[in-house]
């Protein structure tokens, strides 16, 4: 019988810690790949990974089937990956944030569940993929009318609401928006023992034109 596959979700709070520690907006390119680069180190201490995707402020992981670390006991899944992201968040954050003092320790929660088959594991992640590129849309809209038309948060909010095409929003700001879907594998990153093992996430970039 073949063992269910083992996706872990990794969540980090962000609001708060993010306006705390000054992170740009729409999307603070630091805080994305200081999150990837804690992923791969994740990806290096734990071979049985078969890929991770990450969004925003979380990191969900795919643990092979066949994967029998700490005896396929979900409490230690959850516990080993929780720790071993916190302390590379906090190890690494001095080579992406080197203007910004770390204020306190940041705290990560997390999730296993399990999905019976691949098809099962693809649906999920391409739900992922899609809540980012939806949500990414709308924070790059409601960003620019806070900071390019001087709306407060509410008015911003309100405009999206009564729905603004997407291209209305981004055309008058003269903004163009791009998705760029990166795959590396396992071979370009230093120490990974297994070749096999790839990591996939979203870098979502802003082209603006003043």
Not at 182 to 200: N, Q, T, Y
């Amino acid at each position: 019988m073949v063992q269910p596959l083992l996706p872990f979700h990794q969540h980090l709070p962000l609001t708060s810690f993010a306006d705390q520690h000054e992170f740009k907006k729409p999307n603070d390119d630091r805080a994305l790949h200081l999150m990837t680069k804690c992923a791969q180190t994740v990806m290096q201490e734990l071979e049985d990974i078969a890929i991770a995707y990450g969004q925003s402020d979380e990191y969900s992981f795919v643990f092979k089937k066949k994967s029998k670390w700490f005896k396929r006991r979900a409490s230690k899944f959850m516990t080993h990956v929780v720790s071993q992201f916190a302390s590379s968040y906090v190890f690494y954050w001095k080579d992406y944030f080197k203007d910004q003092q770390l204020l306190y320790p940041p705290g990560f929660d997390g999730r296993i569940v399990l999905y019976p088959s691949n098809q099962n594991l693809k649906d999920y992640l391409s739900w992922r993929q899609a809540d980012c590129h939806i949500n990414n849309l709308y924070n790059t809209a409601f960003w620019m009318l806070v900071q390019r038309s001087g709306l407060t948060p509410v008015q911003a909010q309100d405009r999206l609401q009564v729905r603004i095409s997407r291209d209305y929003v981004l055309g008058t700001k003269k903004i163009s928006w791009s998705a760029e879907l990166c795959l590396a594998c396992s071979a370009a990153l230093a120490g990974f023992a297994v070749p096999s093992i790839i990591i996939l996430w979203v870098h979502i970039q802003q082209l603006l034109e003043l």
